[in-house]
């Protein structure tokens, strides 16, 4: 079994800053890939950003330029840092892994832009 924790959501103004942690434990023997995706009430989940073991990258259009995905494979972590945040960032930021052909989610962080 695998578990992804999530840390550094919270409340930033537009412009802002924020960096989200993601940390994987468990059985892990190596993580293919790994990132982020958000949801809004009555949206679908949407991805935000993913980084494989290898360090390749995808972002989301709405995202590029702004977020910054990256990774540490030897502690199984994955971060998102957040820049030039807009109120349309506000959402519920899900961690996510592909590893050992199984998909992992985290339990949700919110993050809100507002003034």
């Known amino acids: 079994q695998v578990q992804l924790v999530e840390s550094g959501g919270g409340l930033v103004q537009p412009g802002g800053s924020l960096r989200l942690s993601c940390a994987a434990s468990?059985?892990?023997?190596?993580?293919?890939?790994m990132g982020w995706f958000r949801q809004v009430p009555g949206k679908e989940r949407a991805l935000v950003a993913t980084?494989?073991?290898?360090?390749?990258?995808q972002y989301a259009d709405s995202v590029k330029g702004r977020f910054t995905v990256s990774r540490d494979n030897a502690a199984n972590t994955v971060y998102l840092q957040m820049d030039s945040l807009k109120v349309e960032d506000t959402a519920v930021y899900y961690c996510?892994?592909?590893?050992?052909?199984?998909?992992?989610w985290g339990q949700g962080t919110q993050v809100t832009v507002s003034s």
């Open positions: 980084i494989t073991s290898s360090g390749s990258t």
């Open positions: 468990g059985r892990i023997f190596s993580i293919n890939i």
């Open positions: 996510y892994a592909y590893l050992q052909l199984s998909t992992y």
